[in-house]
């Protein structure tokens, strides 16, 4: 049953061009994260998000971006895109401390 | 920063047999997470362990925190097991990081 949502599924867009991706979970949990997974399927953590407040930044470029709204929502801004963000970013949640993270489906950028 | 090592890299298994997927960490970890990603590449949770072992019907895992690795076993592996399975370790900041991944192929 899917609880952490991701929109949209594909996007294609050109170098310099902002995009933005939004992600919503539906489980109460306290904690929101994006990953990066790279051409070599490995995932790399972006962001975290706990009641609101960043509390990880893996040293991403300045031109990414977390927006949250509320605990249930962390959406992802790029600002001026480079052929190098083409990649799968996946958003995940869980209650800090207490068991898993759920993983949503993922949206696949292109950057041409 | 935190490494791990996922092994094998792919794996082919005959139906009715099984094997060992492996972790090994680089530092302590708090908790591990197995996933298998599915048909459609969403990441599927099989497993969350902080210590000890968990069995799931023919899956069973193990994490051993002090020596730094954890491991996924398949038992009468069956053709829709086929996929690909990744091992997450949490560290002390709650901070995930994946392995490589394993490529698991069930062939009749």
């Known amino acids: 049953e899917t609880a952490v949502f991701q929109t949209p599924n594909y996007h294609v867009t050109q170098v310099g061009n902002e995009v933005s991706f939004n992600c919503k979970q539906t489980?109460?949990?306290?904690?929101m994260y994006w990953y990066k997974q790279d051409s070599k399927k490995l995932l790399k953590i972006m962001f975290s998000?706990?009641?609101?407040?960043?509390?990880v930044n893996e040293t991403v470029p300045r031109r990414f971006s977390p927006q949250s709204s509320d605990k249930a929502h962390l959406n992802l801004r790029i600002k001026s895109v480079e052929p190098e963000d083409s990649a799968v970013y996946l958003c995940?949640?869980?209650?800090?401390?207490?068991?898993?993270?759920?993983f949503g489906p993922g949206t696949r950028l292109l950057v041409l | 920063g935190d490494q791990v090592e996922q092994s094998p890299s792919a794996l082919s298994l005959h139906e009715g047999t099984g094997s060992a997927l492996r972790c090994n960490f680089t530092?302590?970890?708090?908790?591990v997470q197995w996933f298998r990603k599915n048909s459609r590449g969403s990441l599927i949770n099989l497993f969350y362990?902080?210590?000890g072992t968990k069995e799931n019907g023919r899956l069973k895992s193990a994490f051993d925190s002090k020596e730094r690795y954890s491991t996924l076993h398949i038992r009468d592996a069956q053709l829709e097991d086929s996929g690909t399975y990744f091992c997450?370790?949490?560290?002390?900041?709650?901070?995930?990081?994946f392995g490589t991944g394993t490529s698991l192929l069930v062939d009749p």
């Open positions: 530092t302590t970890m708090r908790a």
């Open positions: 362990l902080a210590s």
């Open positions: 997450a370790a949490e560290d002390m900041g709650y901070k995930l990081t």
């Open positions: 489980l109460g949990h306290d904690t």
């Open positions: 998000y706990n009641n609101k407040q960043l509390i």
């Open positions: 995940a949640s869980r209650k800090l401390g207490v068991d898993t993270q759920y």
